[in-house]
């Protein structure tokens, strides 16, 4: 069995996941049907790229319904978003610092943006001095994109200059 860390995908395969993430569990007509309007993939197509997320580990059938299979996430939308970031971070040589300069001078980094991960850090470190939730399993987690972010102070340190260029 393949680790959830170990599954790698490409763009396609994140956006069937993304739409079995948003179902719990579904046919392959259901998948390609929750995909994107504008851009919607062939049946045989997803149906391609659903036999290939299962051979990867990161689906599994569970049922069939008449001729239809119905397949489900075995790979979690926070561990793939981890093992991204883990990846991105890699390619800054390991240093966070330098993924986050390279945001800020693109423009995709702002000042809110900031504060609001310092008020993210300050949350994870008092659950962690509590004996509570490890880092990463409190609010505004990946997997949790609509939940409520909050507010730090001042960005204590950040080099972002205040300057938004969006």
Sequence with gaps: MVK???????KFELEVMGALWALGSASVREIQERLPAGKAPAYTTVQT??????????VRRVKKVGNAHVF???VT???TVRRLFDELV??????????MAQLV???HLTLEDLREAEGTLERLEAAKSRGGARAGES???????????????RAGGARAGGRKRR
């Design 4 to 10: 959830e860390s170990e599954v790698r995908l490409t």
């Design 49 to 58: 790229i659903v036999y290939r997320l299962e051979e990867k580990g990161a």
């Design 72 to 74: 489900e996430p075995v």
């Design 77 to 79: 939308r926070r561990a």
């Design 90 to 99: 890699g390619f800054f040589g390991g240093s966070p610092r330098t993924l």
């Design 105 to 107: 001078e693109a423009g």
């Design 139 to 153: 609010g505004g987690e990946p997997d949790a994109p609509d939940a409520p972010k909050g507010r730090g102070g």
